[in-house]
């Protein structure tokens, strides 16, 4: 296999933006398609345990149901919201870890790992990526209950010099580990899956992975995560901007009046009724997010008129639906590409931040697999 060779500083992380697309914006696009199908299929519950029948749901929310918590107002209805969003955060997260370890195994030459191998790998070591951050706020938050029942008990006389006063001098230093310990703790958030996946951590490595990054290596770590998010702020709009223009090239070709016609613009109201209010759709055809109304100037003064309302036919209604699920993969592929140059230049510089700290090449470094 031939190994990539990095340059170990800065000039490796802007291999991210190109490594991102294919497999790994794949993965991510799938954990996205995952979140959100959680997303809705909870919130739907959430609505009809608070009293909403589907029918209701169906009309005011379609496959889009945004405002969730303003209109579920049961207490299980909250919950649901809330596990929800949990789920879908855990989804995202193996996808970030299964990008990891594809980068990392491309890196060793290893170009047919796939990305249902990433899943795979992801799925199978997935307690180390969560538990290393939680593990830092556990420790957090012993010291605070316990600095908490320390100051609840100091209020008494006598027992304030004794608990407070003459253990000041240990209270300070902890405080400083505490607010370190916050920081590493967000520098687990965003590092444990490439520690994770690319060391092949447990939770304890990934716990200390964070600190000894922080210790190490801070200035290269703050500076490489900011190149890491410009280049994923840029890439996003950049691939958003490819995917306006085809949407639009779609819809100069099918749309002429000679081509589709009136079948074109039932197709696409079709599409847009499937997610109700969101603009997704209408941003790529520049309809306003109010469907159904086209934004026109009128002679003597400015507003929107009334659009044309088109019946669509059985297989044009089929159709519709086809384009307006694809029309939202193709939207969730822009943030999706934007997730995958995260992953893909966090796990790089990782491997970069590896080799200053510990003078140690983890591409070289043979993982689980080499050794079977």
């Known amino acids: 296999m031939l190994e990539t060779q990095l340059y170990f500083n800065f000039k490796d992380l802007f291999r991210a933006p190109r490594l991102a697309l ?17 997303y809705v299929l909870m919130t ?14 169906w009309n005011d929310l379609h496959l889009m149901p945004t405002s969730i918590l303003c209109l579920a107002s049961s207490t299980m209805g909250h919950l649901l919201v809330a596990l929800s969003y949990t789920f879908s955060i855990i ?6 870890t299964a990008v ?33 951050p939680l593990s830092i706020a556990i420790v957090i938050g012993f010291f605070v209950l316990l600095a908490a029942m320390f100051g609840w008990l100091a209020q008494w006389p006598v027992l304030d010099i004794l608990l407070y006063g003459l253990l000041f001098v240990i209270f300070l230093p902890t405080a ?13 958030l965003f590092m444990s899956p490439s520690i994770v996946a690319c060391a092949e951590e447990d939770t304890m490595g990934s716990m200390f992975g964070s600190y000894t990054l922080l210790w190490n290596q801070p200035v290269r770590l703050i500076t490489y995560t900011l190149v890491i998010v410009a280049t994923a702020f840029f890439g996003y709009h950049i691939f958003y901007a490819f995917i306006l223009s085809a949407f639009k090239f779609l ?9 589709m016609g009136d079948a074109y613009l039932a197709v696409r109201q079709v599409g847009l009724d499937l997610f109700g209010n969101f603009n997704f759709l209408p941003a790529y055809y520049e309809i306003p997010a109010c469907l159904g109304v086209s934004c026109a100037p009128v002679s003597g003064c400015g ?9 669509p036919s059985i297989t044009q209604a089929i159709t519709g639906v086809i384009v307006g699920i694809f029309s939202l993969l193709a939207y969730l592929a822009v943030p999706a590409y934007a997730l995958s140059t995260l992953a893909t230049g966090f796990a790089t510089s990782f491997i970069v931040l590896t080799k200053h700290k510990d003078d140690q090449d983890l591409i070289k470094r043979k993982d689980a697999d080499d050794r079977a």
């Open 91 to 96: 989804i995202i997260w193996l996808g970030l």
């Open 22 to 38: 294919g497999r790994r914006m794949l993965v991510m696009l799938e954990a996205l398609f995952g979140a959100y199908l959680v």
């Open 100 to 132: 990891a370890k594809i980068t990392i195994k491309e890196y060793k030459g290893d170009l047919f790992y796939s990305s249902r191998d990433g899943w795979k790998w992801a799925l199978k070591n997935w307690f180390p990526v969560f538990f290393g």
């Open 44 to 57: 739907y519950l959430a609505l009809m345990v608070g009293g909403h029948s589907f029918g209701s749901i």
């Open 176 to 188: 400083l580990f505490l607010v370190f310990s916050a920081l590493a703790f967000v520098v687990g």
């Open 251 to 259: 819809e100069m070709v099918f749309g002429h009046e000679l081509i």
């Open 303 to 311: 507003g929107c008129v009334a659009a044309p309302v088109f019946s």
